[in-house]
């Protein structure tokens, strides 16, 4: 049941047709920060991608617009998942009395973890936890801040794209081969950045040997991504932000490379994936191309603080701020 919920409901078919909600949100963002812009004074970028994260995450997941606000995000997803429980009960009740479906309350990512658990909490923690998209651009941002030079490089491709193509153009999967470097940094960033740093716990029904060590059963096992991407005996320069090595391989990041896996692998790989990369893709697309970035405080791009905060998912420690400045097509 569980495969096949988020094979159907969280597939690129799916994705797709989400696309409107995330290029809107997207939209009133890019609009947000041009408001700004001008004025030469930065912008929490952080808190900015994590606001409209969690509106695209409302209105996909609830399937409709609520208010942002702060503490908004718990409280509804109580209601909403409550809400989804009684209607799941109460229709295999009335289905097997012969009742029809109520047809105006569509399936829902709700509807999807409700399909995998019954439980209130577990549903609740995922929709919390599990948008790590504007982690990734953060990190993404950072190291462009940190590497002017790839920065140049990623935006010259990313505006070339767009001039070509009109501004509304839609950046999905099918068009990341014309954006082959801005796709190879976001991989690159998933290498030195993973957002969920470690998997999810797992146990083994029988004693298995892993290279030579013996994992009894029952053995509770967490793999460690975060320093899988950075191994030097598949990396060269691995602690280096280096795009370019993903430009002649195809290594991905989907779960059949183990050199990298941001996402897990196998059976346990997030079924998350694309739209939590179509995300990503829509969001720097777009600030790469409408506007140029500069470091507030006269703070040198080597100088940027990198530091991590651990906890669920590895964000930066401190908030991104940066002064944007728009740019207009030739
Ligand atoms: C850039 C964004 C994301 C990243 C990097 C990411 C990464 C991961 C990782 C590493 C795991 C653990 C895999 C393992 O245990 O080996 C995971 C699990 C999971 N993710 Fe994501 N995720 C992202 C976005 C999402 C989104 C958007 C959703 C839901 C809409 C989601 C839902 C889940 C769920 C339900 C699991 C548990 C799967 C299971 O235990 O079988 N993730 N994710």
Redesign the pocket.
């Known amino acids: 049941m569980?495969k096949l919920c988020?094979t159907e409901l969280?597939s690129e078919k799916r994705v797709r047709s989400l696309r409107p909600v995330r290029e809107e949100e997207v939209g009133k963002l890019m609009k947000l920060i041009g408001g700004e812009a001008g004025g030469g004074g930065a912008v929490n970028l952080s808190r900015l991608l994590f606001a409209v994260s969690n509106m695209i995450?409302s209105r996909?997941?609830f399937g409709t617009i609520r208010e942002l606000e702060g503490s908004f995000l718990p409280g509804i997803i109580d209601e909403h998942v409550s809400r989804k429980r009684r209607r799941r009960e109460t229709e295999d009740h009335d289905m097997a009395e012969g009742a029809e479906e109520d047809d105006n309350d569509d399936d829902d990512?709700v509807d999807?973890?409700l399909a995998?658990t019954n439980n209130h909490v577990e549903v609740k923690a995922?929709?919390l936890v599990?948008?790590?998209?504007p982690?990734?651009v953060e990190w993404t941002m950072s190291e462009l801040m940190k590497n002017p030079e790839k920065m140049e490089k990623v935006q010259r491709e990313v505006r070339h794209f767009f001039d070509k193509r009109g501004e509304g153009a839609v950046v999905d999967e099918a068009l990341l081969n014309e954006l082959k470097y801005l796709k190879s940094v976001v991989k690159e960033t998933?290498r030195l950045h993973?957002?969920?740093?470690?998997?999810?716990?797992?146990e083994g029904p029988e004693t298995v040997v892993v290279n030579g060590y013996q994992i009894p059963s029952r053995t509770r096992v967490i793999?460690n991504?975060w320093a899988i991407g950075r191994d030097p005996s598949h990396w060269t320069q691995p602690n280096q932000f280096i795009p370019e090595r993903f430009l002649d391989t195809c290594i991905d990041?989907r779960g059949f490379d183990f050199q990298l896996?941001?996402?897990?692998?196998?059976?346990?790989?997030?079924?998350?994936?694309n739209?939590?990369?179509a995300?990503?893709y829509s969001l720097l697309a777009n600030l790469l191309y409408r506007f140029n970035w500069e470091l507030p405080n006269q703070i040198k791009p080597q100088d940027l603080d990198m530091s991590e905060n651990f906890g669920g998912?590895i964000s930066r420690k401190k908030n991104l701020y940066l002064i944007p400045i728009p740019y207009h097509a030739p």
């Open positions: 569980k988020t969280l995450t996909t997941a990512l999807v973890l995998s995922v929709i599990s948008d790590s998209s982690i990734a998933f993973p957002p969920a740093a470690l998997s999810l716990p797992r793999v991504y990041y896996l941001p996402f897990g692998s196998g059976r346990r790989v997030c079924p998350g994936m739209y939590g990369t995300v990503v998912a």
